[in-house]
DNA sequence: ATGGTAGAAAATCTA
């Protein structure tokens, strides 16, 4: 089975990419980010058309996630628990598999801005949170993936430019510890389970020709629980939606999962 | 240190 995560930018503008890309990559899951839509906008009747259905969290303006699959989704649950917070950005859902259920998690996870600000207090925070929910998720759910928009470069080797961008917002020593305590929980960074082309990256700014420069860095992620690891068969980063007219500033990375033993 | 682009929304805010 496949499992995909791409950061849309607005469903409303990216529709027609995402029915295009499941027409050629039809994949079982696809978790969204950025939807800047309520959930009455969300267009569940043409995504069902398409054959998927939906568990949706979304938010007007801003943020905003759903997780889209051609399977039944059950005990959905929005945002982190026990951690408040006005914006929405993480759903998870338990879906049944050949291997039996698999707990997928969904997050954009926040951006922060610039370190030393007040938006990145708000990242570390949530961080913190997302880390306890997900040792709590782990011990409930041993088939785990967490994916998303991690806002985060794990190491240098993920970034344009590591040296300019040292200590800047999605290299901060903090945030990458961050990023190194959810591994330290048991996950697995898929795409790294594998060898991958010098300069894989998932996102690219609008502005000053990042993609056309491949100025970009990968914060898009799938992170995989111990019990899968045995399972993964690839993950890549999809690089063809990022080139068509008006694209999302994300491209969608993809995992495979075998059948278990 | 500023600006460059995109989206939502209605002047800026977020990324």
Partial sequence: ???????????????????????ANPVDVLCLQELKMTD???PLEVLKSAGYEAAV?????????AILSLAPVRDVVKNIEN?????S???AATIE?????????????????????????YKMKWLDALHAYIARELAAHPNLVLLGDFNVTPEDRDSFDPVGLKETIHHTTEERDHFKALLGLGLTD????????EKSFSWWDYRMLGYQKNRGLRIDHILVSEPLRPLVKSCVIDRVPRKWEKPSDHAPVVLELGAGA
């Fill in 57 to 65: 969290f979304g938010q007007k303006t801003y943020n905003g996630v």
């Fill in 40 to 42: 009455d906008k969300f």
């Fill in 89 to 91: 950005r993480v759903i």
């Fill in 97 to 121: 598999t050949p291997s039996g259920p698999l707990r997928v998690i969904n997050g954009y996870f926040v951006n922060g801005q610039e370190p030393g600000s007040e938006k990145f207090a």
């Fill in 1 to 23: 089975m496949k499992i995909a995560t791409w950061n849309v930018n607005s469903l409303t503008a990216r529709l027609q990419h995402v029915l295009d890309w499941l027409i």
């Fill in 83 to 87: 951690f408040a917070d006005e914006q």
């Fill in 190 to 197: 898929s795409f790294r389970m594998f060898e991958q082309p």
